[in-house]
């Protein structure tokens, strides 16, 4: 697999830097990343080629700023050194489960728990309110029931409302634990209203404004 290297001036790892990168391609905003903060970048691109960033504005420090850049792609950066990263597909972490709580060997209901959680947490926002636009995201959930990464697979056309969405699924908790025979990623398709019109929230899923 063919990679390349970006390499520029060191830059101190606490040190605040200004950056303004519009959602694009991976591959092209990971370069305008390393000429701003001057971190050397080795990036294969198969992993990164077929990935669209949702770009990061303002100050922050450059690992800050990393972890912006790669929200919603799926892939995590691991540090060589201070000044210099890698990528990766994210992995789901370990984590404990409360005492007394333990995850099933399988539940055929998981996937609707999913799908509940996912649409009142939609429908709390008109941005996000299903119905009325596609998308395709991919969730990985660790035992506990929280939303561990996202990755946004197809855009609705709309930069908001990719943002909203991608930020209303960070750490976002299913109901129950997950069973440890969940295949991940979980794969959504949200899907437009044939009729045209939004779907209907209840009123525990009430839209609001925010």
Known sequence: MVSWCLLTGPVQAASLVDLDIAPQALTTALEQFSRATGMAVLVDHQLSSQRQTLGVQGRFTPADGLRVLLSGTGL????????????????????ALPAGVTPGLSDSNYAA????????????SPLTQP????????IWIGRDGVVQHSRLVSSTGDLLR????VNSLQNLRIDRPAPSSLRQPVTLLLLPDSSGRSMECTAGEGVSGR
């Open 76 to 95: 995590a950066a691991h540090y060589a050194r201070a000044d210099a990263f890698t990528l990766q597909p994210v992995q789901v972490r370990d984590v």
């Open 113 to 124: 728990a999913i799908q509940t959680v996912i649409q009142r947490n939609l429908c709390r």
């Open 162 to 165: 990719d943002k909203a969405l």
């Open 131 to 138: 119905g009325s636009f596609r998308a395709v995201l991919q």
